[in-house]
DNA sequence: TCGATCACTTTACAGCATAAAGAGTCAGGG
DNA sequence: CCCTGACTCTTTATGCTGTAAAGTGATCGA
């Protein structure tokens, strides 16, 4: 891996990234692929068999070539990695309607960002911080911001509102989207897991009930369905709302100030 | 890496979790380790080195034995992990002071758990999907519940606040983290990678001022210092404490009903 | 036609988790 | 007292990974 970006390792990203189309004619054999078919090969296989299944040699075989021909068309594979995120959050809406206000719009919002998440679980791999510079985040970002600034909240609050909104929905993909991956990876359904564990922890753990008082009176509280896993999708989905809910409260109260 | 646990393994690694004492004398030489030692050379690599540096030959290094011997103590990598966060997990405080109500403690266990999570980093890789089920980790799950049940939030709200909270502080605790790692890893500053990459914005996106207006906005209103780097890690701060507070209004907006 | 340049391949290296097999060490049973 | 089985720990090997280095052959401008 890449452990030191110069300068012009810099333009070379940020020129792929913006698509900066390269100038005349030039000798040598004419490129077969371009950088864009390596990307679009690489989301395949990302989406596919998971970022822990991305290897140069992988999406060098879907297209039909050597892991090092890749080489030629992406500086490396972080580069590619951040491609392969920019690309995909340049697919998320750019608008939002705002007739509603923009309580219902945050909450479309909130959907689709999840929606793209979780069908393409790896971006949420790629770090926040020193964030891809492509114009799809940036797009994405402008779009949030976009809407939170008609709830003419001032600047410094409104930005901690962008990274706790944005830290929620990944953090809350991210848990959907690990217990998918452990189910399709171990063959073992979560309520098979679920079951294991619990016989376990009542044998090492006679105490639970008294020791994790709060704990066990949550899970037994909150489940609709005794007995269930503790990640069931329909719950879950239930309760992201219901978080949204409470976190647009926030934003809320905010604004009556 | 395992790809299957199966239900032996479950109880063998709950085992571990739990400290559950081996029985009698056995043939064969004395353990030269216990599998506490395994675990806590292994925080020492990922606090001293990153969990990319966290290979088996490194603690086996730090222990003067090869990769190998670790497999006694310890079933595989990922195991050992979930020990390593179940321990630093139980490291965090067990009670939180009411006196000054609820909010204050929430206050001062985001403030707790978030310096946790920048002292070991790596903590933040461990999936909250399938917890780990060890004494540390539910002991710290049973805190935040309890204090959170001060308020008198019925439980299916007040599970959804608790994934809310956990999310973001985590969340947040990542970005910083990652900038941290990213400045480590590669020695170019923040302040030089946003150089870098604003010269290369404004020369590819001339239009950049207008397509990402709201962006621009925020960026050019929020931030305290012109010219900063994004990821200044007072400002960080601030925006933290911001964010939180916004959540806890939510909060507070819930109780009132 | 020549030399430069580029696409692409082959080979190689260091590092990873861990399976498999072997070496040495110690206990209880005969 | 020795033997057998169990146990710790080492050595070796396998199949992955990203990518450096060098080589092959095609294609252009001069």
Redesign the interface.
Known sequence: MV???G?GD??RI??LL?G?ADEGVKPGPKPGLTSDDVVEAAIVVADEEGMGALSMRAVAARLGRTAMSLYTYVPGKDELVDLMYDRVMGWLPTSYELDAGWRAAIEAWAADTRRCYLRHPWVLQV????PV?G?GG??A??TL??IL?TTGL???????????L???V???A??????R??AR????S?AD?WA??SA??AE??PDFAE?????V??ER??APVAESAP?LETQVD???A??L??????????IGE
Request: charged share 20%; hydrophobic share 55%; glycine share 6%.
């Open positions: 452990l030191f970006a300068q810099a333009l940020m020129r913006w900066a770090s926040q911080a020193r510079l114009p940036l797009t970002m402008n911001v976009g600034r001032a600047a410094p609050e409104l930005r901690a509102v962008v990274t706790l944005t830290d929620f990944r953090g809350a991210q848990t959907v989207a690990d217990a991956q452990a990876s171990t063959g073992e979560d897991w294991a564990r376990a922890l090492l753990a020791r994790f008082a709060d704990v009176w949550i509280s909150a990640y239930a309760m992201f219901t978080a809910g409470v976190l647009l409260d926030g934003v809320e109260a905010r």
